[in-house]
């Protein structure tokens, strides 16, 4: 285990540790065109790229680092790489999968650099780096043609090498560790779990592993079909650093379910929900005290390790949620 990792298991230990926030609510405050996406590089590309946020890790450096920079001054821990598209399989919506490895070491180059500096203004409060694997744009599990159930148009082996890449990326751009996050399908998570540990093994290192799935609606269940207890069970094999929720749902409704992976899970828990449901015209309107409030009642009842925002929440969410987890003992792990 090496010293970053020993470090942050110790902080874990002794308090809930504060995720960031949605990194698209604020890059949609900055209104940005066509052009904005594009900058100097892709001047003359010869498909739009409006809307491919995680390119304006290269275009746009400085909005990007602005954004964790603000999260960071909010009170957030562990700041979320700009990569939850930056995989091959979802560049090809924009004709830049070469650019996938690309995308997340810069990404994550980036974000190590914002967070040391921050943790140079803080050492008592160290700062660390997920690399994010979002869940693509494919499902392995499920038709995408109700009149050809059998048909799929992903493999397990296609996704596996598109993670592969990403990972490569996020390790050598300095990531302390890596986050699978808004899993609604757990055989895409199980593909990038098993890129994930044969990187490890190839190149004889271990960063920990955060797996954070999708309650997609009130069933209490992922798109695939599976309640929380079962997506656990699913992947426990990872032996992940934690096992959380995220995205779909706002907090108060996301509540039991982040109850009920606190009462099965033998690892860290965590949870960072939406500001609530999106209103008739996809806007968030749950307030930082709101979203706040409901998370307080999680760590008061002893359920949650990490927390933060997804979805619709700012750097004010973060604020308040890190004041409102302050001071209450983070979860036990079952001796």
Not at 172 to 198: H, Q, R, Y
Not at 251 to 268: F, G
Not at 306 to 325: D, K, S, Y
């Amino acid at each position: 285990m090496d010293s970053r990792t020993q470090l942050l298991k110790h902080v874990l230990s002794q308090r809930i540790m504060v995720l960031d926030g949605a990194m698209g609510t604020m890059i949609q405050a900055y209104k940005l065109g066509e052009k904005d996406y594009r900058g100097a590089r892709f001047a003359d590309f010869a498909h739009d790229v409006k809307g491919n946020n995680d390119l304006l890790t290269l275009t746009q450096p400085h909005l990007i680092r602005e954004i964790h920079a603000k999260y960071l001054k909010a009170g957030a821990d562990i700041i979320e790489t700009n990569t939850f598209n930056s995989t091959s399989i979802s560049m090809a919506d924009y004709s830049m999968e070469h650019l996938a490895r690309e995308l997340n070491f810069a990404a994550a180059k980036l974000a190590r650099g914002v967070a040391d500096e921050y943790t140079e203004k803080t050492p008592e409060k160290p700062r660390f780096v997920a690399g994010v694997l979002g869940p693509t744009n494919r499902t392995a599990s499920i038709a995408p043609n109700v009149n050809d159930p059998g048909f799929r148009n992903i493999t397990f082996d296609q996704l596996v090498a598109a993670y592969t890449e990403a990972v490569d990326g996020l390790v050598t751009g300095g990531a302390d560790l890596l986050m699978i996050e808004t899993i609604f399908d757990t055989l895409n998570a199980k593909a990038a779990i098993f890129a994930v540990e044969s990187y490890f093994d190839a190149h004889n290192l271990r960063l920990p592993l955060m797996i954070s799935g999708t309650i997609t609606d009130q069933s209490g269940r992922t798109l695939s079909g599976q309640t929380g207890e079962a997506f656990w069970n699913s992947v426990r094999h990872a032996r992940p650093l934690s096992i959380g929720l995220n995205c779909a749902l706002g907090a108060q409704q996301l509540r039991p379910y982040v109850e009920e992976l606190a009462h099965v899970a033998d690892t860290y828990v965590s949870a960072h929900p939406n500001a609530g449901l999106p209103n008739a015209m996809g806007e968030y309107d749950e307030t930082p005290e709101q979203t706040a409030s409901f998370i307080r009642d999680w760590a008061k009842q002893g359920w949650i390790n990490l927390t933060g925002g997804c979805c619709g929440t700012t750097p004010v969410h973060i604020a308040a949620i890190a004041q409102a987890v302050a001071g209450l003992p983070p979860r036990r792990l079952a001796a």
